[in-house]
């Protein structure tokens, strides 16, 4: 197992989560092409995981709640 690899697919997390929760985002697939236009070249790969991209679209949801 590649340590940068993993450091570097939580950074890309944690930059998605934080995205989500400024409430600027409706859905995941807004959250993930932000992530490409940021330079992030993991992104589409980590938004192709059904359990990571609906936990992108909650959080864009509860942002969009607390409005």
Known sequence: M?????????????RAFALADSGRFTAALEVE??????GW????????????RQAIHDRCEAAKAEG
């Open 33 to 38: 092409r932000a992530l490409i236009s940021e």
């Open 2 to 14: 590649n340590i940068t690899e993993n450091k570097a697919e939580r950074a890309l997390r944690d």
């Open 41 to 52: 070249p993991n992104a589409r790969r980590a938004m192709e995981s059904e359990v990571f």
